[in-house]
């Protein structure tokens, strides 16, 4: 799994450090592996391109609000970036929305917040069949009908 921040903020500290501790292998990126400020563009690309690409099979993003990684992330093809504040939002973008991108605010998620998301967003295992048409059509659309 990869984890990016474009500054080294606790929430993507303590995922690394939390997914690490439950035997993940985690690649750091942006802040994370440069010790420095990154572009919060970049950071989501980055991460956007390795779960496409099948390199990891999912990601967390992190910049100040989490949405400017979220939208970065979304630019890649094949990805399905989430912004998530709570457990629950966490639990529905995988269930729901096959989310394969976790988002999260560097500026409001503490650690023990990010902690519940992340364990929100690894209990879901299956996506709910029903929205599979959904789904599928999302990973085909361009937004057009």
Do not use: H
Request: proline content about 2%.
């Amino acid at each position: 799994m990869a984890v990016g921040s474009d500054d080294r903020y606790i929430a993507a500290v303590e995922a690394v450090r939390y997914l690490s501790e439950k035997g993940f292998e985690v690649v750091e990126l942006g802040s994370l592996k440069s010790g420095k400020t990154e572009p919060w563009p970049e950071v989501g690309f980055e991460v956007g391109r390795m779960v496409a690409e099948g390199k990891v099979d999912w990601g967390i993003v992190v910049c100040y609000t989490g949405t400017g990684v979220s939208i970065a992330a979304n630019k890649v093809k094949g990805v399905r970036a989430a912004l998530c504040f709570d457990a629950q939002t966490a639990r529905g973008a995988r269930l729901w929305n096959d989310a394969n991108v976790l988002a999260m605010s560097g500026r409001l998620t503490t650690p023990e917040v990010a902690r519940e998301i992340i364990d929100a967003w690894l209990a879901v295992e299956n996506i709910d069949e029903s929205e599979r048409q959904n789904i599928e059509r999302l990973k085909m659309a361009d937004g057009s009908k």
